[in-house]
T-cell receptor, first 111, second 116 residues
Framework: GNSVTQMEGPVTLSEEAFLTINCTYTATGYPSLFWYVQYPGEGLQLLLKATKADDKGSNKGFEATYRKETTSFHLEKGSVQVSDSAVYFCLLGDSWGKLQFGAGTQVVVTP | EPEVTQTPSHQVTQMGQEVILRCVPISNHLYFYWYRQILGQKVEFLVSFYNNEISEKSEIFDDQFSVERPDGSNFTLKIRSTKLEDSAMYFC??????????????FGPGTRLTVL
């Protein structure tokens, strides 16, 4: 079946550092890939998505490229802020819309 | 911006009791979902609901669970006789439904269920 593997956290960074969160997947068919973010005390919010191979999703300075050859969808941001402290989830959606979650990675950005 | 809401934010119940978790999806959305996250574990799919019936359910979603859309706005998850292992955060989600697997699901803030 489909699955998502995401790097474990917590990841602790200083402000303005470069952030990468690795995400790899196994899937049949042509899944969509998503990154969601959960800020403290809030629900899951879509950060970005990509629906086919080589698509790049981007939002709020974050980027991720759907790489079919490496079955990956790594999240990157060039310069993090304290306000980026949150839990980040990598998700895979099958053609019916059923979502498979990664474990979530907590990111802590210090001033 | 429209959002998915869930009530209550925290529910404490005794083992064996029935609980109903409530969700109000975004008003023009057609597909509805429940997920749960047991502490320290991954978020797991429970059930999807479309056109007033269950479209898919996981192995977790046994006879103790049921879902309902009793009116035009609410979407509920009922657990008939709670067990200790039902303690988890329960997330409701909805999506518009026109884009198949590419559609974005919008999540509520979750209900933390504690079974004593």
């Amino acid at each position: 079946g489909n699955s998502v593997t995401q790097m474990e956290g917590p990841v602790t960074l200083s402000e303005e550092a470069f952030l990468t969160i690795n995400c790899t997947y196994t899937a049949t068919g042509y899944p969509s890939l998503f990154w969601y973010v959960q800020y403290p005390g809030e629900g899951l919010q879509l950060l970005l998505k990509a629906t086919k191979a080589d698509d790049k999703g981007s939002n709020k300075g974050f980027e991720a490229t759907y790489r079919k050859e490496t079955t990956s969808f790594h999240l990157e941001k060039g310069s993090v802020q304290v306000s980026d402290s949150a839990v980040y989830f990598c998700l895979l959606g099958d053609s019916w819309g059923k979502l498979q979650f990664g474990a979530g990675t907590q990111v802590v950005v210090t001033p | 911006e429209p959002e998915v809401t869930q009530t209550p934010s925290h529910q404490v119940t005794q083992m064996g009791q029935e609980v109903i978790l409530r969700c109000v999806p975004i008003s023009n959305h057609l597909y509805f979902y429940w997920y749960r996250q047991i502490l320290g574990q991954k978020v797991e799919f429970l059930v999807s609901f479309y056109n007033n019936e269950i479209s898919e359910k996981s192995e977790i979603f046994d006879d103790q669970f049921s879902v309902e859309r009793p009116d035009g706005s609410n979407f509920t998850l009922k657990i008939r006789s709670t067990k200790l292992e039902d303690s988890a955060m329960y997330f409701c989600a909805s999506k518009l439904g026109t884009g198949g697997g590419t559609d974005t699901q919008y999540f509520g803030p979750g209900t933390r269920l504690t079974v004593l």
